[in-house]
Each structure stands twice: as structure tokens, then as C-alpha cells.
């Protein structure tokens, strides 16, 4: 069951993220020196924690971090593991399909991998104690699942989009932003049906980061991924209906 989120401020959150974010911005500063406002959301989440429910409030939401107990079917851990680095496989088969030049092998950095996915649970805690410890249930409790998806979604492709383009192109940015919602869209079908775990949504984002960060011997193409996130998107929307994106349709 999720906690009771009435007194949230949400709008009043996204806005003091981005003020917290306006140093990277005005500085234009890009990956890796825009890491620095990864731990916005978690600063923002906790400041409005304190101010609605005191020190005890904030302990609790912190605590959600390692909320692992909440996911009791442990099904759910195969598409938190495995659902990006699938598409991070079926990006790189659409490029050898495409004849893109030059496509390597495979690469993987397997000294290094234990190294990348610790260092990128840390920076998913900065973001998804904030994004889904703070924020997703009081807008799912408003408008649903779906359209609390999008909102998030969108707020948070809005707040890396300085970062997105000052090193990439206005196709890139536009691509990286529809996977960006559509990653979000996904994060709240799982959220959902891992009981509201957080700590699924932090190693969900972080293995997110390890399908896109790494080099695999080929780079991360957001034009061929958010196709193939959309239509994952689709599915879960059709199969699981937009007001819960948990409950089977068919059952």
C-alpha cells in the first residue's frame, strides 16, 4: 500500500528542483560535470518532507530506498534487470540490420561493470527518492497512472534538457526526450506492481544508465530507442489499462 500523500506539494517540488538545478544551467554545463544536480530531486524531496512532516517524515522517506521487502513476487526483478539491457541488445541489432558503419563486435567491460552499476545506483537514489518517493504517488492519486507517467515524465525530460543539448543534436534531444517520457511511463507500470517499491524504481533507473553509458562498442542512439520504448509503452497501456497500469486486462 502506498503512504498517504495529501499534504505533498508537488508543483511546489518540481519548481524548487529546478531552482536547486539553475547553477548547472547558467553554467551550461554538460555530463559528466551536470552530475552534480543528479541529487536534486533527493535535496528537494527532503526539504518538503521536513517542512510537511518533520525530521520523522524525512527518516521515513529516506528509508524508502531500500523498500525491497515491498516487491513480494520477485518476478518483477526480470524486467527491472533485464528490460533495458534487452533494448540496449535490440538497438545494437537494428544498427547491424541498417548496415550503420563502422558496428564492432559486442564490447563488454566486465572488470568495470560491478564499478558502473554501483556508481550508478548512488545517482538514482539522488533522483528517485525525489521522482518516485516524493512526487509519483500524490499525481498518481490526482489524474492515474498513465497521465502521472507522463507528467513525470516530461517534467524530468524538461529538467536534463540543457544538459541533453549542449553536446547533441536537435534529433538526438528530441529522441532522448520521447524515450525519456516513455522510460517514465515504464518506471510507473513496475512501480505499481512491485508495491510502490523505490528501491526497484532506483535499480530500474540505474540499469537505464548502464544501457546508455557504458561503451559497449557502439553508441547509445536514442533516435533507434525511443521507438522501441514507445511501443513497449503501448503494450503495457493496452494490456494493463492507463488508470493503474497494474491490473491485467485480460484476467
Not at 538545478?21 to 560535470?33: D, E, F, I, K, M
Not at 518533520?54 to 522517506?61: F, Y
Amino acid at each position: 500500500m502506498r503512504t498517504t500523500t495529501t499534504s505533498r506539494s508537488v508543483w511546489l517540488f518540481f519548481l524548487l528542483v529546478f531552482l536547486l538545478s539553475l547553477p548547472t544551467y547558467v553554467l551550461r554545463l554538460a555530463a559528466p560535470y551536470s552530475l552534480l544536480m543528479v541529487f536534486n530531486p533527493f535535496i528537494a524531496a527532503s526539504i518538503l518532507t521536513y517542512r510537511e512532516a518533520g525530521s520523522g517524515g524525512v527518516r521515513l522517506l529516506w528509508k524508502r530506498t531500500f523498500d525491497y521487502k515491498r516487491i513480494q513476487r520477485k518476478i518483477w526483478y526480470i524486467p527491472l534487470l533485464l528490460l533495458i539491457p534487452a533494448v540496449t541488445i535490440l538497438q545494437y541489432g537494428l544498427m547491424r540490420l541498417m548496415g550503420v558503419v563502422p558496428i564492432p563486435r559486442l564490447q563488454f567491460p566486465f572488470l568495470m561493470m560491478p564499478v558502473y552499476l554501483l556508481a550508478f545506483f548512488i545517482l538514482a537514489i539522488g533522483e528517485e527518492v525525489g521522482w518516485s518517493g516524493y512526487a509519483l504517488d500524490p499525481l498518481q492519486d490526482r489524474w492515474g497512472a498513465l497521465p502521472a507517467g507522463i507528467i513525470l515524465g516530461v517534467v524530468w525530460a524538461l529538467w536534463h534538457l540543457v544538459p541533453y543539448s549542449l553536446v547533441n543534436p536537435l534529433l538526438w534531444v528530441a529522441a532522448q526526450c520521447v524515450a525519456t517520457v516513455m522510460v517514465r511511463i515504464l518506471m510507473v507500470w513496475l512501480y505499481n506492481n512491485t508495491g510502490g517499491s523505490v528501491f526497484g524504481m532506483i535499480l530500474f533507473h540505474a540499469m537505464v544508465n548502464m544501457g546508455s553509458v557504458p561503451d559497449y562498442g557502439f553508441r547509445y542512439d536514442p533516435v533507434l530507442v525511443a521507438p522501441t520504448l514507445t511501443v513497449m509503452a503501448a503494450v503495457v497501456i493496452f494490456m494493463r489499462g492507463p488508470g493503474t497500469l497494474a491490473r491485467y486486462r485480460y484476467a
